[in-house]
């Protein structure tokens, strides 16, 4: 019987040893960017990942890798399992931002690219716009998101704002007929 706890507190021994060598060997593996992954450095257990927010996507001040997130930063995220920070499936479309000045508005030269979730449906891609036609004053709409996606709820009640669904709907041409449809379809669901 002796013999039987010694040979079993050696296997215990040699079973804990194995396991703390184990242990100390593990490295946890996390994206780097879209497609990459890395094996990180012993002792590291956490992944990091910029925070994906819709509409806007990633945030540019925090790159995906090892390690954990700046105490502090709200623009990052990290986790501990493998692989944890992949990046979110998303397709892009583009919207205007539209600016008043000198008793005019005008939508940007160029569009910015805007961001949702890869499996949603094609009537997400929103932009936003003032409604040209009765906001005179340029406290009367707020550009949400560089265009992006949908108005503020009480400049859309309150008509100052208006949203349409594709890729670059809110430029100046595309205006008046997506606009139009919006604000029917808006007015028949109030009514």
Sequence with gaps: LLYT???ELHIMKFLMVLSALLGAT?????HTDSTTT???SQGINKCKAPVWTLYTGYVDSVAFGCG???FGNRNCVDCTAENCNAPVASTTYRCYEWTYAADTWTHSEDAYTCHIGADANSDEKICNAPDRDV???ADDYTAQLKGC???LSAQRTAGNCLECVGDMCNGSTALSASFLLAALLTAFYMA
């Design 135 to 137: 906001t005179p004053e």
């Design 26 to 30: 593990y490295s946890l593996s996390c």
């Design 5 to 7: 706890i010694k040979f």
């Design 68 to 70: 954990d997130c700046t």
């Design 149 to 151: 996606g949908p108005c």
């Design 38 to 40: 890395q094996t990180c």
